[in-house]
């Protein structure tokens, strides 16, 4: 066995301790086994078998702010989730290598590296927990309807790396996005949830999206990129339009993180929390930058979050309205559809999205239970494709179909488990606390529509965010209800 997927088994089984622990015996034992696979995965990928003075040195500088950060949630755990969710976009442009001197550098180009804030946010959070929990504080369980099918979905992707072709992509995948993301629902899911901070994390959402817009902004009109992005750098060569990233890689990234915030005002203004003009110039400004982005999966996730907030929070005016609007938009869809691919192939209409879906569904026909393994999926469709090109022109964008792909029947499964269990959560807490319900439910909403036209949705760290707050908030709420 690999040692890559040796430390992803370590990884499930802590993962699976972490979030379903109701003692503190088993989340310190888990919380000691999901470092002890990041470790190992991280090795393991590293390329030269050992561990290098730098590597060293660079891990001893990071236990001070690690401490100093164990410290300050130890003092005030409220903080938590705030700072988990204002570190959660922020991806600084480094590079981590042995071929670095220092092992880390100024990534080529500029280009855009790891969640290095979250990283920290999350190992201080998960230090200051296991502090806790070792003097004998009491640990609050997670909900097990979003633990038990999070704990599911990390042991499939995990087992998946002893079948997977692409191992390297796979250990990746789990070492960076999936295993720290089970931390994040591990940890701020049982942090404290004081009546305040419901307010202070839309707070927190609106400033992010407004950062995000007014740099969108500032690049709409000096057309320049703060950061290196080959295909984006491309296409605004030869076209029309000038297409803006902010603070991330890709426009869609960026179109994401505004959705978000204007479904967070949204909610504020149905709900009478936030002046109606204050409000709807904010979210007049969020749109400004939206434009520019012109991501469609974007523009599609904000209508259904639109619409479905009227439909469940407007009066009935607002309802008829939200109906019609609907039934108005897709008609003009169908039109335009129907008109624009009388000269064109469905290639050209989709934006090539058709020939990845395609390609994809082969991979899921010919590897129906358990997949092609994690990361395995556009090298995997490269294959049964006579198109040429790199493997990353044939991501799915679509992920149903990439866990399909990739986990078998028993991941989608597992995915569509957490959805539900995620649904139900959100809505428990909704009864509880009306605006804080919606916020979650219209966030979570936006994530799953925008995933179905560009992926991304377990590697997003907003995801579990959106999770994690809900967990944290029920636990208050179901006491209260008992009480």
Not at 237 to 249: D, G, M, N, P, Q
Request: aromatic share 10%.
């Amino acid at each position: 066995m690999e040692a890559a997927e040796l430390a992803g088994l370590i990884g499930a089984i802590g993962a699976a301790a972490a979030l379903l622990a109701a003692n503190r015996r088993f989340l310190l034992a888990g919380l000691a086994l999901l470092a002890g696979a990041e470790a190992g995965l991280v090795l393991s990928s590293s390329g030269d078998g050992g561990v290098s003075p730098a590597l060293l040195a660079l891990g001893a500088a990071g236990l001070v702010p690690a401490a100093i950060g164990a410290a300050i949630f130890t003092r005030w755990p409220e903080a938590v989730l705030p700072a988990v969710l204002a570190a959660a976009p922020f991806r600084p442009p480094l590079a981590f290598g042995s071929e670095n001197r220092y092992f880390v550098a100024l990534a080529e180009e500029g280009e855009l590296g790891r969640l290095l804030p979250l990283y920290g946010v999350l190992g201080a959070a998960a230090l200051a927990l296991a502090w806790q929990a070792f003097h004998g504080s009491h640990v609050s369980p997670l909900p097990p309807i979003v633990a038990y099918p999070a704990a599911a979905f990390i042991a499939i992707a995990a087992a998946s790396l002893i079948w997977t072709s692409q191992l390297d992509a796979g250990a990746n995948t789990l070492a960076y996005f999936i295993l720290p993301f089970a931390t994040l629902l591990a940890v701020a899911g049982r942090a404290p949830f004081p009546l305040w901070l419901p307010r202070a994390l839309a707070v927190v959402a609106i400033l992010l999206a407004s950062v995000f817009a007014a740099v969108g902004l500032w690049q709409a009109v000096t057309h320049d990129l703060l950061f290196f992005s080959p295909s984006v750098e491309v296409g605004n060569a030869f076209s029309s339009f000038f297409r803006v990233t902010s603070l991330f890689r890709d426009p869609s990234l960026y179109g994401r993180h505004l959705v978000l915030g204007i479904a967070v005002l949204l909610v504020a203004l149905l709900r009478r929390r936030l002046n109606v003009l204050v409000a709807t110039a904010l979210i007049a400004f969020l749109f400004a930058g939206l434009f520019f982005s012109y991501s469609q999966s974007s523009f599609a996730a904000l209508f259904v979050v639109t619409i479905a907030l009227a439909a469940v929070a407007g009066d009935r005016r607002l309802r008829i309205a939200a109906i019609a609007t609907s039934a108005l938009v897709l008609l003009a869809g169908a039109g335009y559809l129907v008109a624009s691919s009388e000269d064109k192939s469905a290639r050209q209409v989709t934006s090539d999205r058709s020939r990845r879906v395609e390609a994809t569904v082969e991979v899921i026909r010919d590897h129906p239970l358990v997949g092609v393994g994690l990361g395995a999926q556009p090298s995997e469709s490269q294959a049964r494709s006579d198109q040429g090109g790199s493997p990353t022109r044939f991501v799915s964008h679509t992920t149903p179909l990439t866990v399909a792909a990739e986990l078998g029947v028993l991941g989608l499964l597992s995915y569509l488990g957490f959805l539900a269990g995620a649904s139900v959560l959100i809505e428990r807490v909704r009864r509880r606390g009306p605006t804080l319900g919606l916020a979650l439910g219209a966030v979570l909403l936006a994530l799953i529509v925008h995933s179905l036209a560009y992926s991304g949705f377990f590697e997003d760290p907003v995801t579990w965010v959106v999770v994690a707050v809900a967990s944290a908030a029920w636990v208050p709420y179901s006491k209260a209800a008992d009480a």
